[in-house]
């Protein structure tokens, strides 16, 4: 694939609300695979790096989420650039592309792995779920018996246990709320932070669905403050932006045709 196949590639798995540059740099950098300058709106790739264009394609990818969150946020980026809503936006990205054909999905290809990431949902993620919220029991239980014999139920657990209080709410709350213990405690220690009962349970869905914890973070955050679920774009709106695109596009390449055909010019009269 060339810098433009990409771009367009790119486009094809979502549009972009501002225009950007792909530049393929012709160099092996061991380093880094690509860079992402918002200032320039320039994704640059290390094409040297690649030896298979579906490893290149998640490189671009993943720079392209860099201008889409840059572009979420007035065309600006923090310091901080790999955060909550990039993964998020990385991950949309690539689950698209995996939808469209676009990008392979590696992982499904290896039966192998496949049985190991069996393994390691059951026997580990879920069976570790499952002890913290049988703990949640036992606390809640531990709780009422501390009340019968008139102790303070947060001295017991920070001298007889000697755990974290926020550690024993949590697993209390992943009780009393009954989370589904197959998304693993790490993700039940972040539904058990919902309070809203049916934003917590959409949450537990998507997760179960096979969102990642980045995109299902973002999701709730953008529920809790009152924004309206994304719609789907309208046909005319889409197609308006395709043809601003391109004609941004056919500018572009009528300005770097003119230079060309000057510096023929220029070497033409050099004889």
């Known amino acids: 694939m060339n810098q433009d196949e990409v771009k367009d590639t790119l486009l094809a798995i979502e549009d972009a609300p501002l225009d950007f540059l792909l530049i393929f740099s012709g160099k092996k950098i061991k380093t880094v695979n690509g860079v992402y300058k918002p200032e320039s709106r320039e994704i640059i790739i290390h094409n040297r790096n690649f030896t298979e264009d579906n490893l290149l394609l998640y490189t671009a990818i993943h720079e392209y989420a860099h201008h889409l969150h840059a572009c979420s946020q007035g065309g600006k980026l923090s310091v901080r650039s790999h955060t909550t809503e990039f993964w998020a936006i990385l991950h949309r990205l690539l689950e698209k592309a995996e939808t469209k054909g676009i990008y392979k999905n590696v ?113 709730t955050k953008r529920l809790s403050l009152g924004h309206p679920p994304p719609t789907a774009e309208a046909p005319k709106l889409r197609l308006e932006k395709e043809k601003s695109r391109l004609e941004r596009t056919i500018a572009s390449l009528s300005k770097r045709l003119s230079e060309v055909e000057q510096e023929l010019e220029h070497l033409g009269t050099e004889k």
């Open 107 to 219: 992982f499904a290809e290896s039966p192998e792995l496949t049985d190991l990431t069996k393994l390691i949902r059951q026997k580990y993620l879920q069976e570790n779920g499952s002890l913290v919220k049988d703990l949640g029991m036992c606390l809640l239980k531990a709780h009422e018996l501390c009340t019968a014999i008139g102790g303070r139920f947060e001295d017991y657990i920070d001298r007889v246990l000697r755990i974290p209080r926020t550690a024993a709410t949590m697993a209390m709350k992943m009780y009393q709320y009954n989370l589904n213990t197959s998304v693993g405690a790490d993700n039940m220690r972040f539904l058990a932070g919902i309070r809203n009962e049916d934003d917590r349970m959409t949450a537990e869905a998507a997760l179960l669905k096979g969102q990642s914890p980045d995109t299902v973070r973002t999701e």
